[in-house]
């Protein structure tokens, strides 16, 4: 079946840096678009950055420039480089898969917390 792990949360101090990493497995890693959401305490799921073959990327506004989302094929992993955190950062991320064509996520990780102190 299909799973996706994700790893790498922790707390950090605002300014530093994570990278968080999605390990995807029994899908055919090629034909999926990879996203990313984050869910604060008390608020809905957002998405923060997705990412396609060929290298086609998306982003909220709220990390452009600071947050950079890529892909490793080899790997079927999905990593997410965040820079210049902020306490707003703060929640839990999940990545999440989507096969191509398809409007809605069709798989969700379990999510790894992300806590950015002031």
């Known amino acids: 079946q299909v799973q996706l792990v994700e790893s790498g949360g922790e707390l950090v101090q605002a300014g530093g840096s994570l990278r968080l990493s999605c390990a995807a497995s029994?899908?055919?890693?090629?034909?999926?678009?990879m996203g990313w959401f984050r869910q604060a305490p008390g608020k809905e799921r957002d998405f923060v950055a997705a990412?396609?073959?060929?290298?086609?990327?998306d982003y909220a506004d709220s990390v452009k420039g600071r947050f950079t989302i890529s892909r490793d094929s080899a790997k079927n992993t999905v990593y997410l480089q965040m820079n210049s955190l902020k306490p707003e950062d703060t929640a839990v991320y999940s990545c999440?898969?989507?096969?191509?064509?398809?409007?809605?996520?069709?798989?969700w990780g379990q999510g790894t917390q992300v806590t950015v102190s002031s």
């Open positions: 990412a396609r073959r060929g290298g086609i990327t």
């Open positions: 999440a898969a989507r096969l191509l064509g398809r409007s809605a996520w069709d798989y």
């Open positions: 029994g899908l055919s890693f090629s034909l999926y678009t």
